[in-house]
């Protein structure tokens, strides 16, 4: 146990073992995988990377291994398989916890149950992101929308009791010493299938002010509510649309789109997209300049984590009017309005109120603002360091339930990095 512990614990710096299977730095997972690690860099804890690409740099970074690099060059995911790829990236990361020392691993979904049961074994300690609620609670929620609204259920979602994905999940929950849960949306959803409080770590994600500032808002602008996201089921984008058109702010306001679609949801909600006060701005890498137009946020997710556009919605001003399936940071009546998913009476009326109310929108939009500061990517470290310290007061000492050998079978022996 003790050689593979780092050797600056005791002096405030910690050797992290980060493990992420996607596009470092890439966008949603990895944008926050990239600041996570950029603000472990900043207060000078030591990193060592394992991505599968990586698509902006970490300046000051310990070591950075490409999991799917092969004599120096990447393997496209799309050549093996998602399945195989975060497989053979979970081998990889298990080589370097082997042949390292490090104080904690933190790790990402579907790649990490190899790399937690060695760390478990060796006395290192070893957290599991879940940056959404449990996987049988949103391949639930998401599949009961998908059959609601008459749309065909992806795979991804209608197939998690056939396959072996969520019995990969459930290995890596049972291998970590603790999960990091970003809201209390994944904190309930964990309780209610018996986790135990204690190994259940609240943390934050956050929202860079380099890049979302406070705009100045033009004189005698229209009341304007942006949505800004995937246009999928699961964001709830439906509800969004019938609580705006329902309400009086869509007789004279705009309601502005920013995301990319599925075809078949754009085409359930032609009708709706086509309302004189709808526009369908597009995908956009400048979410900034969405907010900058925007008095208030519409997010009516049926399931997520932590939605990354609520920080940044309140680090620019814009009052969240979100489900408490969002994950938002945001307490109803204080920085912003809370409804439940699915309710489009309440968020019609919270529409309307804000519509109607400048001095509502006064306070509310100051409230968020004077929240903002606490909900940086800065903040977020800080948070994120302390949530480490507390999973490595915790004994490593076993697992939750027994590991199965499904990934042996498909990379073969791992006993050389036993």
């Not at 002096?11 to 949603?28: H, I, K, N, Q």
């Not at 509510?225 to 439906?238: D, E, S, W, Y």
Request: net charge neutral; aromatic share 8%.
């Amino acid at each position: 146990m003790g050689a593979a512990v780092g050797s600056n614990r005791r002096s405030g710096t910690l050797s992290v073992l980060y493990s992420f299977p996607g596009a470092f730095g890439g966008p949603g997972f990895g944008a926050i995988a990239w600041h996570q690690v950029d603000e472990l860099v900043r207060a000078g804890h030591e990193v060592t990377l394992v991505a599968a690409s990586v698509a902006r740099p970490m300046p000051g970074i310990r070591s950075i291994v490409r999991s799917l690099d092969l004599v120096g060059r990447g393997i496209p995911e799309r050549t093996i398989g998602r399945a195989r790829a975060y497989a053979w990236h979970d081998f990889r990361a298990r080589r370097v916890l082997a042949a390292g020392e490090f104080d904690i691993v933190h790790t990402w979904p579907l790649a990490a149950a190899r790399t937690l049961e060695l760390a478990n074994r060796i006395g290192v300690t070893g957290i599991r992101e879940a940056p959404t609620t449990h996987l049988t609670n949103a391949c639930t929620v998401v599949s009961r929308e998908y059959a609601r609204l008459g749309l065909a259920i992806p795979s991804a979602w209608a197939k998690f009791g056939e396959g072996d994905r969520i019995e990969l999940e459930e290995r890596e929950y049972a291998a970590a010493t603790a999960l990091l849960v970003p809201s209390d949306a994944v904190e309930r959803s964990f309780l209610a299938r018996g986790y135990e409080q204690n190994r259940l770590i609240r943390h934050q994600y956050g929202f860079d002010p380099a890049n979302i500032r406070v705009p100045v808002r033009e004189a005698n602008h229209p009341f304007t509510a942006v949505f800004v996201g995937r246009g999928v089921p699961r964001k709830g984008l439906h509800y969004a649309l019938e609580a705006w058109l329902a309400s009086r702010a869509s007789a004279t306001g705009r309601l502005l789109i920013y995301g990319a679609f599925d075809p078949d949801y754009r085409e359930l909600l032609r009708a709706s997209l086509a309302h004189p006060s709808v526009t369908v701005c597009g995908p956009t890498e400048k979410p900034g300049a969405a907010y900058a137009k925007a008095d208030v946020l519409l997010l009516p997710s049926v399931e997520e984590g932590s939605a990354l556009v609520t920080y940044e919605a309140q680090g620019a001003g814009v009052i969240p009017l979100v489900s408490s399936a969002s994950g938002a940071v945001v307490e109803h009546g204080v920085n912003g309005l809370v409804h439940d998913p699915g309710d489009v009476a309440t968020l019609t009326a919270h529409i309307e109120l804000l519509f109607d109310q400048e001095k509502a929108r006064r306070q509310l939009r100051s409230a968020a603002l004077a929240e903002a500061q606490l909900l940086t990517w800065s903040v977020a470290g800080r948070v994120l360091v302390k949530a480490y310290r507390i999973a490595m007061d915790r004994p490593v000492d076993g697992y939750y339930g027994q590991p199965s050998e499904q990934l042996s079978s498909t990379w073969g022996s791992d006993a050389a990095v036993s």
